[in-house]
């Protein structure tokens, strides 16, 4: 398992921005994914929620995370949380893939 040494809390540690699973119309931000993430990997991971369908139309649950992902590579808010703003990934699960794979085009 890889664990966050001493040396990496001077510039931070690196950040997974996790989009649950749900088919975007179930699934919140407590996905356990995330916790077993962040314990067998040594990186924060912020679980980001988004608003789902059909209350809330397309592109509304992107909207959220794209707004989530930048907030928190912001190097102000990523030093604010103890994250690398250097050091950032995405990931997901089912529909938090996709969402995953929108946040990098």
């Known amino acids: 398992k890889a664990k966050a040494k001493p040396d990496d809390m001077k510039e931070g540690l690196p950040l997974i921005v996790f989009f649950h699973y749900g088919g975007f119309?179930?699934?919140?931000h407590k996905d356990p994914l995330a916790n077993v993430m962040a314990d067998d990997v040594g990186a924060l991971v912020a679980s980001v929620g988004y608003r789902l369908a059909p209350e809330h139309k397309f592109p509304a649950g992107?909207?959220?995370c794209w707004e989530a992902l930048v907030w928190l590579s912001d190097p102000n808010n990523a030093r604010?949380?103890?994250?690398?703003?250097?050091?950032i990934a995405v990931a997901g699960a089912?529909?938090?893939?996709?969402?995953?794979?929108?946040?990098g085009l």
Do not use: E, F, H, Q
Not at 80 to 87: C, E, M, N, S, V
Not at 95 to 102: E, F, I, K, Q
């Open 25 to 28: 119309v179930l699934g919140t």
């Open 62 to 64: 992107v909207d959220d």
């Open 80 to 87: 604010t949380i103890g994250a690398d703003p250097k050091r």
């Open 94 to 103: 089912s529909a938090g893939g996709n969402l995953a794979a929108v946040m």
